[in-house]
């Protein structure tokens, strides 16, 4: 049974021991472990079925901590930590040489952040190590932004999860890596793109083959309901041809329009794509709950954060 609980002192008492703890963070929940514990590591991989080409992104609470993790701090990496840590930016450096292959995937490269999360920032400020935490589902599935989320993934296989309350942004950290000095986003993410132009300017953004080789693990199908998916642009029209079917919708607002489906998620009605964001998961997970014949998602707004939602529903939505 996986006991969930504020109890920061028996999370310390898990980690020192070389087991793993689910962890809060303004993103989505972190399955954590020590990074220098290769029994740790080897477990949540096991533990989430995640391929170990995959790599972990390493979790410090200080940026007095960033030369323990990487070897280099390119400038406009070091404008980008003051402007957005602790937060849900992901930076991809040079790493140092004591940071385990198991976390990099045998790159020479580490992603590191420090989240913004009270709890999670007291846990780390009182170890003595860093933590490698994925999310905590399993590889492949819906992300989690609640304890509950977390427990009904792994209640046979981790003891404990750190209550944290919901996750305030709901989507994952942006990352960003540093190709022959230019910066390059590797995957969309909290933190819009515009956010992070107006920090250093243009940002090189790649099309999605040419990002798989430098970020493993950003695979087409991710984050994906068991139920069959869409994503269309109108669901009021796509549902009309499937008028016997038990279908869910989930949109960003409802205009003016009803809609005859059995169950409606509504992530911002007044259009606000940081609210939206942040109620995507848990929404996706209500609607796979339902036994439904399908989930239609609407596209959004392709701007702002609403760029991060689509990429998230059209790997949700790959049904192949
Ligand atoms: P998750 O922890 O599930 O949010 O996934 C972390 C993601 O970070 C991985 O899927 C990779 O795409 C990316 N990542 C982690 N380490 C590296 C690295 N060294 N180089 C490029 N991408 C990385
Ligand atoms: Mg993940």
Redesign the pocket.
């Known amino acids: 049974m996986t006991v969930i609980s504020k109890d920061i002192s028996k999370a310390i008492e898990i980690l020192n021991n070389e087991d793993i703890v689910a962890i809060p963070t303004e993103t989505v929940y972190g399955l954590a472990g020590n990074i220098y514990s290769e029994k740790a590591i080897r477990k949540i991989f096991q533990v989430k079925q995640r391929p170990l080409f995959?790599?972990?992104?390493v979790h410090i609470h200080s940026i007095e901590k960033i030369d323990e993790i990487v070897s280099e701090l390119p400038e406009q990496a070091k404008r980008l930590a003051e402007a957005f840590w602790p937060g849900a930016l992901?930076l991809?450096l040079k790493k140092n040489p004591n940071i385990p292959d198991l976390i990099?995937a045998g790159?020479d490269?580490?992603?590191v952040r420090i989240p913004n999360h009270p709890e999670t920032l007291s846990l780390l400020q009182k170890l003595s190590f860093p933590l490698a935490a994925?999310?905590a589902n399993p590889f492949g599935s819906i992300s989690p932004t609640n304890s509950t989320h977390v427990a009904n993934y792994f209640s046979n296989t981790i003891s404990m999860v750190l209550e944290g309350g919901a996750c305030k942004n709901g989507i994952?950290s942006t990352?960003i890596?540093f190709e022959n000095n230019e910066a390059v986003l590797?995957?969309l993410g909290s933190i819009s793109i515009e956010e992070i132009e107006n920090v250093i300017g243009l940002l090189k953004v790649k099309n999605k083959q040419e990002i798989a080789p430098?970020?493993?693990?950003?695979l087409a199908r991710h984050y994906a309901p068991k139920t069959r998916t869409y994503l269309v642009k109108n669901a009021e029209k796509f549902i009309k041809n499937y008028s016997n079917k038990k279908i869910g919708v989930l949109r960003c607002s409802n205009g003016t329009s009803s809609l005859n489906c059995m169950h409606l998620e509504e992530l911002s009605k007044k259009m606000d794509l940081k609210e939206a964001a942040s109620n995507l998961y848990a929404a996706l997970h209500r609607l796979d709950n339902l036994n439904l014949d399908m989930i239609v998602a609407e596209l959004f707004p392709n701007t702002g954060l609403g760029k991060s939602i689509n990429d998230r529903l059209e790997r949700a939505t790959r049904n192949e």
């Open positions: 995959n790599p972990l992104i992901t991809v990099t790159k490269t580490v992603a994925p999310s994952e990352i890596g590797y995957r430098n970020a493993p693990g950003m």
